[in-house]
């Protein structure tokens, strides 16, 4: 006994929200398309989880932060779902598909049988036992992914007012958690192993401008080392941690922050898996036609940078969902994914946003003394491929954005860096 449905959407985080908007706006009917997901909530916009939802005063909850508010569209509530006709199955996860039949099995024992699916199954937290260290169980070591966990860290939160918090990792987690524990009267220290934080984006110039200002706020930093174990009390909560260059740190609360892993295992053995994602071609089209996968958990082609890539934001998730519902739903009227790639953060009063690909020569411009506005340009093959600006206003990341997509040519990276944005103006 099962169900059948024409469309299925595995996972219900950002993409699986998008998608369905997608769906209502191109004509699906009642019955035809189901969600399924592991979570006990409609999708949400994830990246609230370490803003807003972290504040003392007024933190944002749900329902107010459900997909698709985060791109100023339709706030799509359970009541939604339902006047639409979509099914959405919470709280139940999937344990295996089989992609020949055309089938999923839920973990309560029900087959689900659709014509199309959409793998939309995000990524999971990298925990400390994979770097052999033991104690995640704890229950003041604290991840953040879902809802669940949010709702963890911030009871944890609460209870260590003026207290020490090591947050373990300098990537996007690390960054705005630590924001948000400073915001909380909370004495943050970050371990990394890196030589400065959001290596993989940030330059040494642009990163040391942000540490600086943590430092102001009281953020202390022990970069280039891991952390080796943690020290229990004896109801096994955390008491402090212990770090490979000897140093011990006391510790009311931890956050860690290494990294996540696609959501893949479904599909191992079926599908063909690349660069950690599952392929698909720029139709979001996996080895199976009948298959699509969106947002983390798929690599895709970039047109671009004519490479395959697999993105873990929250624009890429939005846009690989609308694009695939078009092919699905569309397809003679949808040409290729075309993406340029866009990530985003906020942390204090800082904002900034970095279009395309951090590859190449770096040029800085801006003011990096007085801190308001100030970016970066990176230019690889005498072309300019990415773009990096803190503080600017809507129409100059338009503007950046616009130049990035059109890679224009540079010859003088010394004229560059005097013109700093008025380059991109006038490309
Ligand atoms: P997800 O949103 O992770 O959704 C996956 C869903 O699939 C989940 O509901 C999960 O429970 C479900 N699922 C997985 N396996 C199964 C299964 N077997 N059965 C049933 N259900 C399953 N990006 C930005 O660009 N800017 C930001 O500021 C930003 N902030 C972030 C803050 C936080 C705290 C986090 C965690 C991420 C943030 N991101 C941000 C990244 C962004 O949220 C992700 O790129 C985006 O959520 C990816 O969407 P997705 O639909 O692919 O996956
Ligand atoms: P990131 O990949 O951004 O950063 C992980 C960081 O942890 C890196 O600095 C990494 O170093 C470091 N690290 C790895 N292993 C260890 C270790 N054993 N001990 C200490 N540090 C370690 O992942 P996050 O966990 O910060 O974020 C998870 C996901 O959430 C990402 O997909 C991210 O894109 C998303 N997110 C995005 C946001 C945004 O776009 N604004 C905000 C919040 C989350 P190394 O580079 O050397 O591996």
Same mark, same amino acid.
Request: hydrophobic share 40%; aromatic share 10%; with cysteine.
């Given at each position: 006994?099962?169900?059948?449905?024409? %469309?299925?959407? *595995?996972?219900?985080?950002?993409? #699986?929200?998008?998608?369905? /908007? +997608?769906?209502?706006?191109?004509?699906? &009917? !009642?019955?035809?398309?189901?969600?399924?997901?592991?979570?006990?909530?409609?999708?949400?916009?994830?990246?609230?989880?370490?803003?807003?939802?972290?504040?003392?005063?007024?933190?944002?909850?749900?329902?107010?932060?459900?997909?698709?508010?985060?791109?100023?569209?339709?706030?799509?509530?359970?009541?939604?779902?339902?006047?639409?006709?979509?099914?959405?199955?919470?709280?139940?996860?999937?344990?295996?598909?089989?992609?020949?039949?055309?089938?999923?099995?839920?973990?309560?024992?029900?087959?689900?049988? %659709?014509?199309? *699916?959409?793998?939309?199954?995000? #990524?999971?937290?990298?925990? /400390? +036992?994979?770097?052999?260290?033991?104690? &995640? !169980?704890?229950?003041?070591?604290?991840?953040?992914?879902?809802?669940?966990?949010?709702?963890?860290?911030?009871?944890?939160?609460?209870?260590?007012?003026?207290?020490?918090?090591?947050?373990?990792?300098?990537?996007?987690?690390?960054?705005?958690?630590?924001?948000?524990?400073?915001?909380?009267?909370?004495?943050?220290?970050?371990?990394?192993?890196?030589?400065?934080?959001?290596?993989?984006?940030?330059?040494?110039?642009?990163?040391?401008?942000?540490?600086?200002?943590?430092?102001?706020?009281?953020?202390?930093?022990?970069?280039?080392?891991?952390?080796?174990?943690?020290?229990?009390?004896?109801?096994?909560?955390?008491?402090?941690?212990?770090?490979?260059?000897?140093?011990?740190?006391?510790?009311?609360?931890?956050?860690?922050?290494?990294?996540?892993?696609?959501?893949?295992?479904?599909?191992?053995?079926?599908?063909?898996?690349?660069?950690?994602?599952?392929?698909?071609?720029?139709?979001?089209?996996?080895?199976?036609?009948?298959?699509?996968?969106?947002?983390?958990?798929?690599?895709?082609?970039?047109?671009?940078?004519?490479?395959?890539?697999?993105?873990?934001?929250?624009?890429?998730?939005?846009?690989?969902?609308?694009?695939?519902?078009?092919?699905?739903?569309?397809?003679?009227?949808?040409?290729?994914?075309?993406?340029?790639?866009?990530?985003?953060?906020?942390?204090?009063?800082?904002?900034?946003?970095?279009?395309?690909?951090?590859?190449?020569?770096?040029?800085?411009?801006?003011?990096?003394?007085?801190?308001?506005?100030?970016?970066?340009?990176?230019?690889?093959?005498?072309?300019?491929?990415?773009?990096?600006?803190?503080?600017?206003?809507?129409?100059?990341?338009?503007?950046?954005?616009?130049?990035?997509?059109?890679?224009?040519?540079?010859?003088?990276?010394?004229?560059?860096?005097?013109?700093?944005?008025?380059?991109?103006?006038?490309?």
């Amino acid at each position: 006994m099962g169900r059948a449905y024409v %469309y299925v959407i *595995l996972g219900g985080g950002v993409s #699986a929200g998008y998608a369905a /908007l +997608e769906f209502t706006r191109r004509g699906v &009917s !009642d019955g035809e398309l189901c969600i399924i997901s592991e979570e006990p909530v409609a999708p949400y916009e994830r990246p609230a989880l370490s803003k807003g939802f972290l504040l003392p005063e007024a933190p944002a909850r749900l329902p107010s932060f459900h997909t698709c508010v985060g791109a100023n569209d339709e706030k799509l509530t359970p009541k939604w779902y339902k006047e639409h006709g979509i099914e959405l199955v919470l709280g139940t996860r999937v344990k295996s598909v089989d992609v020949r039949r055309k089938t999923l099995l839920s973990s309560t024992g029900e087959t689900i049988s %659709y014509k199309f *699916l959409i793998i939309a199954t995000g #990524a999971r937290a990298l925990k /400390l +036992e994979e770097f052999g260290v033991e104690g &995640s !169980d704890a229950e003041n070591v604290c991840y953040l992914r879902d809802l669940a966990d949010a709702n963890r860290l911030a009871t944890v939160i609460q209870s260590s007012s003026n207290g020490n918090a090591v947050v373990i990792g300098g990537g996007y987690i690390g960054m705005e958690c630590a924001a948000s524990l400073v915001i909380n009267k909370i004495n943050v220290t970050m371990v990394f192993p890196e030589a400065h934080c959001m290596a993989r984006l940030f330059t040494p110039k642009i990163a040391n401008l942000y540490e600086e200002y943590y430092r102001a706020k009281g953020v202390k930093f022990v970069k280039g080392t891991v952390l080796t174990s943690f020290e229990f009390d004896s109801n096994r909560k955390v008491t402090a941690v212990n770090l490979k260059d000897g140093s011990h740190l006391p510790a009311d609360l931890v956050v860690v922050g290494i990294g996540i892993r696609p959501n893949t295992s479904l599909f191992e053995g079926q599908l063909t898996i690349e660069k950690g994602g599952i392929k698909v071609n720029s139709k979001m089209q996996s080895s199976d036609s009948s298959v699509y996968a969106i947002g983390d958990v798929a690599t895709f082609p970039v047109k671009l940078f004519g490479e395959m890539r697999r993105l873990e934001h929250v624009d890429s998730a939005r846009k690989s969902a609308r694009h695939a519902v078009s092919v699905i739903m569309e397809p003679a009227k949808t040409g290729e994914f075309d993406y340029l790639p866009f990530f985003y953060s906020r942390v204090f009063a800082f904002s900034w946003q970095f279009y395309g690909d951090p590859a190449g020569e770096v040029v800085h411009f801006g003011d990096y003394e007085d801190g308001k506005q100030f970016g970066a340009y990176w230019v690889k093959k005498g072309h300019l491929v990415g773009s990096f600006l803190e503080g600017g206003t809507k129409e100059e990341y338009e503007i950046i954005s616009k130049a990035t997509q059109l890679k224009p040519a540079v010859t003088d990276l010394e004229e560059l860096e005097r013109e700093g944005l008025k380059f991109a103006q006038t490309v």
